[in-house]
Structures are given as C-alpha cells and as structure tokens.
C-alpha cells in the first residue's frame, strides 16, 4: 500500500511540531528542512489544521503549534483522516464497484487483511512515539540550527 504525498507530508508536519513541544513551526521552516514545495505545505498545514491537529495563526509572527495530545495521536487515525477515501482495490467501495468477481473472490479478502493488517501496525504509533526514537530526534535536531537561522 502506498499513501499520498499528502498524507507523508501531513505526518511529517505533525511529527516535526510535536518534536518543538508549543513552540510556533512556520510553513517556511519546513519546507526547508524537508525540501518540500512551500505551496503544497500551506495546502497540507490548512487541512490539519481544519481535523484539529494544528492551531494556525496567520499573519506576521503567525505558524502552527499542535493542538493534539501527540501520545493519544495514533498515525493510523491521521493517515485515515487525511487520506479520506482509503478503497484500496474497486471492490472496496460498495457504491462504486463494478466487479463481477466481488462477492466470491478470494483476492477481496487477502487485500482486506493485508488492509487492516497496515492500519493495525500504524495504529500502534503516536506521534509521541516517533519524536522518542533517537534516530529521528537526532535528525530533528541537526535541522533545528538551520530553521532558526533563516527565522532569528
């Protein structure tokens, strides 16, 4: 299964403002420590603000903090919130499967579970679990001195 530019970017956005714990992130920062399109940020920022995972505030000295409680966020919940529609094959979806295979097909089934087998593995994280990996906090950290050198 693959997710969306979108949904990586989302995740991204929100593992990187629950590493700066109430700190104000701007679309800026992060579009440069990630080498991510400012343009595509401002879309990904707006709609997690709008599930309510981010506070935004706009205009001069204005970002984004996060709203959520990063250790009761589980990815899974963000990647199906932000993915919406998540019909893996045509089958999925009732009212647009054409399939004339759907009700017996032995495939349906092995994709439903390998389906819920993802999402279960992904619900099993917090965004408080991937700030406390040290992997990725050393990573964090190594892009803090050249966000705060473009927004000193």
Known sequence: MQISAFTDYSLRVLIYAAAHDG??????????????????????????????????????????TLACVAGDTRLGEVVRRVEGNLALVECFDRGTNACPLARGCGVKSALREAFDAF????????????????RWAATLVSLLPLAKSRHA
């Open 119 to 134: 999402f279960a593995v992904l619900d099993r994280y917090t965004l408080a679990d991937m700030v406390a990996q040290p």
């Open 23 to 64: 700190r104000v992130c701007t679309v800026e920062e992060i579009a440069s420590a990630f080498a991510i399109s400012r343009h595509h940020l401002v879309k990904v920022v707006n709609q997690l603000g709008r599930l309510g995972y981010l506070d935004t505030r706009r205009g001069r000295g204005g970002g984004f």
